[in-house]
């Protein structure tokens, strides 16, 4: 702790820590660069660091002592204060130094030819968004408006800025990219994300094959994610099936992540997923759901929503489930349909509208023949079923063949 540290150990540990720096520049040695920067690693020599800044109280002096050191003061001057303030779980003020020092450290890779430093502007676009996001939760609690998230959004588009040019700094484009998307994700500002997806797809001097594929699975988790909320579901299913494709298949709890969506998504299209793959993957708030597709069980359905209608809005995917009723209603009709085949093959395409609400009855769905009407004449428009209304006799005719077509990988009336 500080309190037993005397001046001459808080002198060597912030010496030490300049000449680490200074020399991980001068070498380029990113490996060593990296974790000089990285606040949330908590590593134990940061700790030191920041108490024996805590003590001296006068690190702007040796930083300016010597040349080797004053070079990067814009950067390590702000960094300083920002590990003191850090230390002392000061996350507001922490927020604004880390950024200084950010944009200090920008100025300088703009000048730097090569790409060696990359991974290091990666932790400073990583640190940067885990700060701000903790500095918010510290304004919220104290009653402020949190407002750094916002901020950090900002800075790295300036970083996506330096980074969207010629020359191979631009494969360090995606991360950033990835960064962003976690922050408009984290404000429901979601919309932002468009200006960059039209950079890294349409522009010419991005190859999207040449990016990482950590950072390949990442994109297109998320623009899988953004494709679910505006309801293409089979964009968002290639997008989400890519990322589970190529992530890490070590990697369970992303793809969790990447099936809490892809599910939804393969579910409106009429593709079921495995039970043993919802219980793998600790994903069984989805086994009802899928029950009642089986079934043709609206009660089933409309039970599971409810049952776990915080979570499924807190993901986003509640009302692409809750759209699900369409095949719900189809498959219980497609039952009715088999039962009659089986009792009176000749008759079996024509399907009485009082059958169909004795059979919403014993689910305890209480419906009359003008909403039971209004739903099979959906399915028909959406072509879930194949048929037209006798309405004198109150019937369904339905097509002799394939009267309730699959979704083959469809969307609903794609």
Avoid at 287 to 305: H, M
Wanted: net charge positive.
């Amino acid at each position: 702790m500080a309190a037993y540290l005397s001046m001459g150990e808080a002198h060597r540990r912030i010496t030490d820590y300049l000449a680490r720096f200074s020399d991980a520049v001068a070498s380029q040695d990113v490996a060593s660069l990296k974790p000089l920067l990285s606040l949330s690693s908590a590593s134990p020599s940061l700790v030191s660091l920041a108490d024996a800044l805590n003590l001296l109280q006068d690190s702007n002096r040796l930083i300016k002592q010597s040349d080797r050191y004053s070079q990067f003061a814009e950067i390590l001057a702000p960094l300083f204060r920002c590990l003191q303030n850090y230390r002392l779980h000061n996350l507001v003020d922490a927020y604004p130094a880390y950024e200084k020092a950010a944009n200090a450290f920008i100025q300088e890779f703009r000048n730097w030819d090569s790409a060696w430093a990359l991974e290091a502007l990666y932790v400073i676009a990583y640190e940067i968004r885990v700060l701000a996001e903790r500095a918010d939760r510290e304004l919220s609690a104290n009653g402020k408006m949190p407002e750094k998230l916002k901020a950090a959004g900002s800075f790295l588009m300036k970083v996506f800025g330096v980074l969207a040019g010629k020359g191979p700094k631009r494969v360090g484009a995606l991360y950033v990219t990835c960064q962003l998307f976690k922050v408009y994700f984290k404000l429901g500002t979601v919309h932002l994300c468009r200006s960059v997806i039209r950079s890294i797809e349409t522009a010419r001097i991005f190859d999207f094959e040449e990016f990482p594929q950590r950072d390949k699975v990442t994109y297109m988790y998320y623009t899988g994610r953004l494709e679910v909320y505006n309801e293409n579901f089979t964009a968002a299913d290639q997008k989400l099936s890519y990322a589970l494709a190529h992530c890490n298949p070590h990697s369970e709890a992303n793809i969790r992540m990447i099936l809490k969506y892809l599910i939804p998504v393969k579910l409106s299209i009429g593709i079921l997923p495995k039970d043993w793959l919802l219980e793998r993957y600790n994903l069984v708030e989805y086994s009802n759901i899928v029950q009642a597709l089986k079934r043709g069980d609206l009660r089933l359905l409309r039970s599971a929503l409810e049952e776990h209608e915080d979570r499924f809005l807190r993901s986003g995917v509640y009302l692409v489930l809750e759209k699900l009723e369409l095949q719900v209603y189809q498959r219980l009709l497609k039952k009715i349909y088999i039962i009659q085949k089986q009792k009176e093959p000749t008759k079996a395409h024509q399907m009485k509208l009082e059958v169909i609400i004795k059979a919403l009855k014993w689910l305890e769905i209480d419906m009359d023949l003008d909403e039971v009407e209004c739903i099979v004449a959906i399915l028909i428009h959406k072509n879930l079923m194949k048929g037209y209304f006798a309405h004198k006799s109150k019937v369904v005719v339905l097509s002799k063949q394939d009267p309730f077509p699959k979704l083959t990988g469809k969307p609903v009336n794609a």
